[in-house]
């Protein structure tokens, strides 16, 4: 069952455009909603986080977008660089340990 | 601060054979979780491990197993190796457990041939 549902599967974006990946889960008992960023050849890094009692989060060019009641959460990446270009992945976890469900991941690629 | 350290990067190993693999988590984090990445089904969870004690499990057969020592390092092991084992494992660090950041190694890459 997947639990979290991510799109698209693709993304191409101009330089300087804005990259927005979506996301959707199911499960009410998640709590932390992180997205990670990966490179060929490297593991998941850390992109930026968000809990449930925020509806937005910025880091930089990175923006996380929160609806509790449609159970959705985005991302967004200002003025997307070359250098953006990477496999995004959104992922849930409950309260209960570190056991993250992740969403299908989404291959972004920025044309200069 | 080192981060998190997978060995080794690669390996090819025969159908039946049994492999060991290595995670030292971040200095100070006592929580290591798995984590296998194929292209078709993408990242999945295999287990949790919280001073030295495994916390979650994740849907996978029981020739996957893992363990985890005093200094926080942990292994997994998969035995009766199958094609299908073939993928990316990830071992991902944490200060402690309950929805937290995890940091994740590049991963080893295991071949089953």
């Known amino acids: 069952q997947q639990q979290v549902k991510q799109s698209p599967q693709s993304l191409i974006v101009q330089k300087g455009g804005i990259s927005i990946i979506n996301c959707a889960y199911e499960?009410?008992?998640?709590?932390?909603f992180p997205w990670y960023q990966q490179f060929p050849g490297k593991g998941p890094a850390l992109l930026i986080a968000?809990?449930?009692?925020?509806s937005e989060k910025k880091e930089g060019r990175f923006t996380i977008s929160f609806n509790k009641s449609a159970k959705q959460f985005s991302l967004h990446i200002m003025d997307s660089q070359p250098g953006d270009s990477a496999t995004y992945f959104c992922?849930?976890?409950?309260?209960?340990?570190?056991?993250?469900?992740f969403g299908g991941g989404t291959r972004l690629m920025v044309k200069p | 601060k080192a981060g998190v350290t997978q060995t080794p990067r690669y390996l090819i190993k025969t159908r039946g054979q049994q492999v060991t693999l290595s995670c030292s988590p971040i200095?100070?984090?006592?929580?290591v979780s798995w984590y296998q990445q194929t292209p078709g089904q993408g990242l999945q969870f295999l287990f949790e491990?919280?001073?030295?004690?495994?916390?979650n499990k994740g849907n996978f057969p029981g020739r996957f197993s893992g363990r985890q020592f005093s200094n926080s390092r942990s292994e997994m092991n998969v035995s009766t190796l199958e094609l299908g084992d073939s993928a990316l494992y990830l071992c991902?660090?944490?200060?402690?457990?309950?929805?937290?950041?995890?940091?994740f190694g590049q991963g080893t890459r295991l071949t089953v041939v």
């Open positions: 991902a660090s944490s200060s402690r457990t309950g929805a937290t950041e995890a940091f």
């Open positions: 499960n009410t008992a998640f709590d932390y």
């Open positions: 968000i809990r449930p009692d925020v």
């Open positions: 992922a849930a976890s409950k309260n209960a340990g570190n056991m993250l469900t």
């Open positions: 200095s100070g984090h006592r929580s």
């Open positions: 491990y919280f001073s030295e004690t495994q916390r």
